[in-house]
Every structure is written in structure tokens, then in C-alpha cells.
């Protein structure tokens, strides 16, 4: 028996293979059968790179994605999620035409204020995928620090705090907590892009209100602040949203060894999880 093999299948595969067969009497036969290829993770075809503007000027970030069924585009600027609606922005995916698999997404902004810079990722994601990408776009003018949310962090772990800055250029963006500029020990490290990251945390000494400040030209500058509150090894409790004052989230009860839900309130840290053995202080 003859057949034929293909290792790792591409979207361009797919189609109508037909097998032909001979003897050396001139008798001969013939098949036929369809590879059709099912679902496909998001690939990137396109993408924007970083932008250097000035306010007022007219900014569109896009990104191509190939992918079955076809990705949702999601955006966010530095960790936080854009609205599908805004006065600011526009939001918007559409499929290529002539292309099955195709679907680009464009964020659009036409004047652009200093507030508007920073990180901007977008997010593609299918049933069987996930891709993202992001660049910087940095907007001339003074230092701007977005409004930071309260972090919940694990002892023993590392966390990462970012500075959302934005404002160009900006010399130099420094960190503090309880009034003291850090680092203060060999656990905190402040990175190349501002971030502040702490390894491992401490549950009786890291937490606290951590301030971060962006320092521009001509002696500007811009801070803002958050809480830190910290969790024992205990359990993990993962925060999906900032929005509201008691939020409930499914945690990982690690003594319990079970699932529990807990309520989370942004002013006092950890309130209760239902289940045995799941207590949280």
C-alpha cells in the first residue's frame, strides 16, 4: 500500500488530493478525497510598531490575524481594558475580504491627547488560540501617571508592578512606599521600562502604598499610588476585575485542597471564602 503523509498541517493543505494508479497492461484506476482543515489558532499577519506623536495628531493601530473560526480582538492600554465604545477611540474588526480566515482590528484615534499614550496591546483569541502583540506610542508633552488599582499579591512570588506613564519624553520614573524611595533591599528591583518588581514577597513587610512618579523636562512630574495587600501561601485568589467594592472570585484553596468562593473587598483585602478548611485572614 501506498500513502501519503504530511507532518504538521498548514492552512494551505487543504484541499482535493487524487491518488492514480498503473500496470504495466495500461489498466488503471484513480481516488480522490478532501482534506478539509478544522479549526486554526490566531496567527499574526500584520501588526503596528511604535509611534512618536505629536497632540492632535491622527493615530490608527492595527492588526491582521489569521485564524478558524475566526479570532475576537480584544485592546488594552498598559494592562487595562479600552471599552468597545468611546468618545476617545475607535474600536473596530472586520473580515478580509475574499479570505475565510482573515479578520483585521484597528483602534483609531483622531486627536490625540498626552493621556492617550502608552502601552497598547491587542488580543486575538479563538477557541483553540491565543495571540497578542504590543508596542509603546508615546505622545509629546508632560509626564501623565494613569490611575493605578488596588494589587493583591502571594507571599513567597513574584510581582510586578508597572508605572502606567504617559508623556514624552520622560527621564526618569521612580518608585516609593510609606514615604521611602525604594529599592530598600535586594528583593526590589526597579526595571528598564519602570516597573517595579518585587521577589519574593514578603507578606509582613511589602505591603503597604507603593507611589510611583514620572519626571519629565523643565522639572514636571506626575504620581500617583497603590495598595499592596498580601495573601499567605495559603490560598490564591485570582482578580478579575477592579470595578465595585465586594467582588466575588473562585480561589484555590491550598489546605483544603478544594475550590471555595471568595468575596474580595478593595478597601479591606480578603472578607471570607465559603468551603471547609478555606479560611482567609
Not at 511604535?50 to 490608527?60: A, E, F, L, Y
Not at 484615534?109 to 495571540?131: F, L, M, Q, S, W
Request: charged share 15%; net charge neutral; proline share 5%.
Amino acid at each position: 500500500m501506498v500513502q501519503l503523509s504530511i507532518s504538521s498541517v498548514q492552512r494551505e493543505d487543504e484541499g482535493i488530493y487524487q491518488c492514480l494508479a498503473s500496470n504495466d497492461e495500461g489498466d488503471w484506476a484513480q481516488a480522490s478525497a478532501q482534506l478539509a482543515i478544522g479549526a486554526f489558532p490566531p496567527h499574526l499577519k500584520e501588526t503596528f510598531s511604535r509611534q512618536v506623536v505629536h497632540p492632535g495628531s491622527s493615530v490608527s493601530l492595527k492588526c491582521l490575524v489569521s485564524g478558524t473560526p475566526l479570532p475576537h480582538f480584544t485592546w488594552t492600554l498598559d494592562g487595562f481594558p479600552l471599552s468597545p465604545v468611546s468618545e476617545r477611540y475607535f474600536l473596530g474588526q472586520q473580515q478580509q475580504t475574499g479570505h475565510d480566515d482573515l479578520v483585521v482590528a484597528h483602534l483609531n484615534i483622531t486627536h490625540v491627547r498626552v493621556e492617550d499614550g502608552g502601552n497598547y496591546k491587542c488580543v486575538a483569541e479563538n477557541p483553540v488560540g491565543r495571540v497578542e502583540h504590543s508596542a509603546n506610542l508615546h505622545i509629546y508633552g508632560a509626564p501623565y501617571v494613569r490611575r493605578m488599582s488596588t494589587v493583591v499579591g502571594v507571599g513567597g512570588k513574584r510581582l510586578e508592578l508597572p508605572c502606567p506613564v504617559a508623556g514624552y519624553p520622560i527621564e526618569a520614573i521612580t518608585w516609593g512606599k510609606d514615604g521611602r524611595r525604594l529599592p530598600l533591599n535586594g528583593r526590589q528591583r526597579l526595571q528598564f521600562n519602570g516597573s517595579l518588581t518585587i521577589d519574593p514577597l514578603d507578606k509582613s513587610s511589602d505591603a503597604g502604598l507603593y507611589s510611583c512618579e514620572a519626571r519629565g523636562q523643565n522639572g514636571l512630574s506626575a504620581r500617583q499610588s497603590l495598595q499592596l495587600n498580601i495573601l499567605g501561601n495559603e490560598a490564591i485568589v485570582h482578580i478579575a476585575s477592579t470595578k465595585g467594592e465586594m467582588l466575588p472570585h473562585i480561589g484555590q484553596c491550598y489546605n483544603g485542597h478544594m475550590k471555595s468562593v471568595c468575596w474580595y473587598s478593595l478597601s479591606t483585602g480578603i472578607r471570607a471564602c465559603s468551603g471547609n478548611n478555606c479560611g482567609i485572614v
